[in-house]
């Protein structure tokens, strides 16, 4: 079980900071253009869910996680606009 | 509680076909150059690590979504290093 919760751990920790790499890279070449809008949309919607699902069962690290991805995420789409 | 399963499911269907439109677009323009691959990385290997994490606690549900994510990502990384 041990092993189970640090793999779930791992997960969590690994698709939480996948965002910021792409976050500084943005940033540096000023030029989202090859990112989806959609997939900006519809992965920022999911990850507003699963904070609200997190809320729900009162789970903080489910909470946590996706509101820093989510954070991110927004962050995203203002560069995708201002920088198209 | 039936709210947060709904909530829930709702969070894993937009977040798991959320990178189907940015591989459509990929695809269209032949250009991945402003997506990061140290964030499809760390993404691909968390998705991974989800779907071994629902094969711990033996919910299908997070290995289906999981698995199919982590697909498209690889699909992602191989245009990625294909179309430079």
Redesign the interface.
């Known amino acids: 079980m041990e ?2 919760i640090l ?2 751990y ?6 939480t ?6 976050v ?3 940033w540096r ?1 000023r ?6 809008f ?2 900006l949309t ?2 920022g ?3 507003l ?2 904070a ?2 997190g809320f ?2 009162g789970s903080l690290p489910i909470i946590l996680a996706n509101t820093i991805t989510f954070a991110l995420v927004v962050v995203l789409v203002a560069m995708k606009v201002r920088y198209k």
Chains 1, 2 share one sequence.
């Open positions: 092993t189970t793999i779930g791992m997960a969590g920790t690994l698709t900071i996948s965002f910021l790499p792409q500084i890279r943005s070449t030029s989202t253009h090859d990112i989806s959609i997939m519809l992965f919607l999911g990850m869910l699963w609200v699902y729900h069962i």
